[in-house]
Nanobody, 122 residues
Framework: QVRLVVSWGGLVQAGGSLGLSCTAS????????MGWFRQAPGQERKFVAA????????VYADSVKGRFNISRDNAKNTLYLQMNSLKPEDTAVYYC???????????????WGQGTQVTVSS
């Protein structure tokens, strides 16, 4: 059974930093692409960042490029998202996801974590 457990998140002031982690079990983590998505109230779930399993290449949404950093530790089966220079518009529930392919469309991802709230106050 695939399980993705998201940790951390919380409340931070605008301009601050926050880190998220996602620990996976039940799948060959080193052979899976991993991604982060977010969903604000009343909005659809949107792509944030992803990292390929084959070469570690990364892709980011334009809205977070230069501020967020996605990384993975295959030895720990853990995905990370370091968020810097946070803005109020970054407020959302953040989800991690796993799939063998990295695509920006959330519907195609195989497995999802439970989500964690990130709130950025102005």
């Amino acid at each position: 059974q695939v399980r993705l457990v998201v940790s951390w998140g919380g409340l931070v002031q605008a301009g601050g930093s926050l880190g998220l982690s996602c620990t996976a079990s039940g799948l060959p983590f080193s052979r899976y692409g991993m991604g982060w998505f977010r969903q604000a109230p009343g909005q659809e779930r949107k792509f944030v960042a992803a990292i390929n399993w084959s070469d570690g290449s990364t892709v980011y949404a334009d809205s977070v490029k230069g501020r967020f950093n996605i990384s993975r530790d295959n030895a720990k089966n853990t995905l990370y998202l370091q968020m810097n220079s946070l803005k109020p518009e970054d407020t959302a529930v953040y989800y991690c996801a796993a799939d063998r392919r990295v695509v920006i469309t959330p519907e195609f991802w195989e497995a999802w974590g439970q989500g964690t709230q990130v709130t950025v106050s102005s």
